[in-house]
């Protein structure tokens, strides 16, 4: 197995282990934990196809996850920021029971 | 003669690893590189939890420690004798595991930081292209342990401290990185040997630390400020403030434990120092050219020890600030200053050289602090306090 | 592949399960941390510095202690009564554990076809930096514009609402 496939395979792991976590758990922390793991895998895909393509030079693949980096740390933001204004209103953090659309 | 006493520890270095094949020897050459680190540094931590002891006592008008040697010079080794043999009390409800790597992950952290610090000509340990990102990551690292610290204590007076302490943290961890990053702009490079190297030149026999510029002299004091902030060090020490949170997240942590607390915050102290002096004060540079003749290493020295005791002077002069008063301070005066600063890095830089650009860009820096500086005294408003609480 | 990409990537992999499956919240918060950390080294592993030390800055340093607040300030610390899994939460096992499948059989069946230059890019900071305000200036100032937007907005989404008269 060659050292991209290797790096590829656990992006891949990875990302599935997030997304279980997103789809699995109640609390809505935990959900945007999946989702933090799953841009980090694809992070580490942008990576490994940089540093294993041609024209590493171009640093599209560097640049991409850096980019990501930023976006993501902006977004989880945004998020805790929703969790805390739900829980506000609420009083629950727990998914299993914000399923109606009043109030 | 000169160059023997400058390049000893180098020397010695090489001395050593040449007894070793040629397939050890770079891991040689970073063990023993190693070692030297985690000696020295601590046993400069020793020597400075003494003079800080009678420093502070002399400017309190009373005598520090004096039973322990000569002048009180020996109390670190009594000191040391009682962390390690005191009981190590872990309360039952508190959190195993997070319990006990908090104070090990913060040392360890804080260690890694002197690792690109440039102690002298050719004397880092290593010289990482990245060298300024790769100390601000571990400086973003310790606030994870302050956290671990303080909640797995289970005490509402530790998760308060360690709450405070990593809200300070990580507001001036951008004031930190932000006065650096004006450092970086006119030197060129992230790698803090290549910085060093840049101030290493002299005129009239003046150097050109940045220091001496408009802009290094601004940017030193909001580092100076955002330093003493990030190593909850007075006059921003609520966080372990003794009157006010018993002792703020290692309320819960006895014997050894605490000692190596203890030692992660001078470390810390000593660290931030160094990175200061190497970005500002011109690292291992003589302040004259003629007085190239005294070691690098000892100009080193001699810098952060003046940084300690400019940290040791404001501890026992100023009053603790209160934490929203912190908080105000940092996103509403130092930011935006240092927001602005950068500005002026950059104009100095692109006005050239001559003497128009230390008039402009002193100006502007004066004019700002100033009017800054008033319109925050007029803003107080001295009536019945409003608080704005997080539910 | 060396045994240190073993060690590491198995200390990603068992961080990130340790984030999904642990019943207390702030242990699952430091373990995704761990996780965090092991990305970093796998970035480091890949000759990418600069990517790798922003990884522990921005993720360890700011992204974990953002989740930390957030379960404190949502009392996250009491467990839940009806357990931490979802009544949902077969499928979402099921729907994982096929996007896993697929994902491997794309990369393994097309492993030969995948590039390998092994030499190591000659990439320094400095030509980061010039490629991020030459080449890729717009979205460096559609992200300072986006980190402006997130800030501002989650201030006023997590602010106090004030009823009326204070």
């Known amino acids: 197995m060659t050292p991209l496939t290797a790096y590829l395979l656990v992006a891949a792991l990875l990302f599935a282990i997030g997304l279980a976590g997103a789809l699995v758990r109640r609390n809505a922390i935990l959900v945007l934990i999946g989702i933090e793991l799953m841009l980090n895998s694809a992070n580490l895909n942008f990576i490994a196809f940089w540093r294993y393509g041609p024209h590493p030079e171009a640093l599209t693949g560097m640049m991409f996850a850096i980019f990501s980096i930023a976006v993501a740390a902006a977004e989880a933001a945004v998020g805790l920021g929703l969790v805390i204004a739900i829980y506000r209103h609420t009083q629950t953090t727990d998914l299993d029971k914000m399923n109606g659309m009043k109030g | 003669m000169i160059e023997k006493m400058d390049q000893i520890f180098v020397q010695l270095q090489h001395w050593l690893v040449s007894y070793l094949p040629a397939a050890l020897q770079p891991i040689a050459a970073a063990v023993i590189g190693v070692v030297a680190i985690v000696c020295f540094f601590p046993a400069l931590f020793a020597l400075i939890t003494v003079i800080e002891r009678k420093g502070i006592g002399r400017m309190q008008n009373r005598l520090g420690p004096n039973r322990v040697g000569p002048f009180g010079i020996l109390q670190p080794i009594a000191d040391a004798i009682k962390s390690l043999t005191k009981e190590d009390i872990v309360p039952t409800s508190a959190n195993g595991p997070v319990h006990f790597l908090a104070p090990v992950i913060l040392v360890v952290a804080i260690f890694m930081g002197f690792a690109v610090l440039p102690v002298g000509r050719n004397m880092v340990l290593v010289d990482m292209d990245a060298g300024l990102l790769f100390y601000f990551a571990m400086g973003a690292s310790t606030e994870v342990s302050v956290f671990m610290a303080g909640w797995s204590s289970r005490n509402k007076y530790s998760l308060l401290g360690a709450m405070r302490a990593v809200a300070q943290m990580i507001s001036y961890e951008v004031v930190l990185l932000l006065s650096s990053v004006s450092v970086v702009m006119i030197a060129g490079s992230l790698s803090l040997p290549k910085i060093v190297e840049a101030q290493n030149l002299y005129t009239w026999g003046l150097p050109h630390w940045y220091i001496f510029t408009p802009w290094g002299l601004a940017g030193f004091v909001m580092y100076a400020i955002a330093a003493t902030a990030e190593t909850n060090r007075s006059p921003f020490d609520l966080p372990e403030g003794e009157s006010e949170l018993v002792a703020g997240y290692h309320t819960e942590y006895s014997g050894f434990k605490f000692a190596l607390f203890f030692l992660g915050e001078y470390l810390a102290m000593l660290s931030i120092s160094g990175l200061g002096t190497t970005l500002f004060l011109g690292g291992w540079s003589a302040p004259l050219a003629s007085l190239n003749f005294i070691p690098s290493w000892f100009w080193f020295l001699s810098k952060l020890m003046l940084s300690i005791f400019v940290f040791i002077w404001m501890r026992g002069t100023l009053p603790r600030l209160r934490q929203d008063q912190l908080m105000n301070f940092a996103w509403k005066f130092v930011l935006p200053f240092t927001l602005l600063n950068l500005l002026v890095t950059a104009l100095w830089h692109f006005m050239g050289e001559g003497w128009a650009r230390w008039v402009v860009c002193s100006a502007i820096l004066i004019v700002v602090w100033v009017v800054m500086g008033r319109i925050e005294m007029r803003s107080e408003h001295f009536g019945p306090r409003r608080y704005r609480y997080a539910e | ?166």
Request: charged share 10%; no cysteine; glycine share 10%.
């Open chain 3, 1 to 166: 592949m060396s045994a240190v990409f073993y060690l590491i990537a198995a200390l990603t992999v068992a961080g990130g399960l340790a984030a999904v499956l642990l019943k207390n919240l702030v242990h699952a918060a430091l373990a995704v941390t761990v996780a965090f950390g092991g990305l970093a080294l796998l970035f480091l592993s890949l000759d990418a510095q600069f990517a790798g030390f922003a990884q522990i800055l921005v993720y360890i340093g700011a992204v974990a202690i953002l989740i930390v607040f957030a379960i404190l300030l949502t009392r996250g610390s009491d467990l839940p009564k009806d357990g931490v899994f979802s009544k949902t939460w077969l499928i979402g096992l099921v729907i994982a554990a096929a996007v896993f499948s697929v994902l491997g059989w794309a990369v393994l069946s097309s492993a030969s076809g995948l590039p390998n230059e092994s030499a190591v890019p000659a990439v320094n900071v400095h030509d980061i930096g010039v490629a991020l305000v030459g080449r890729y200036v717009l979205p460096l100032e559609i992200v300072a514009l986006l980190l402006t937007a997130a800030t501002i907005g989650a201030v006023i989404v997590a602010m106090h609402e004030k009823d009326g008269a204070q």
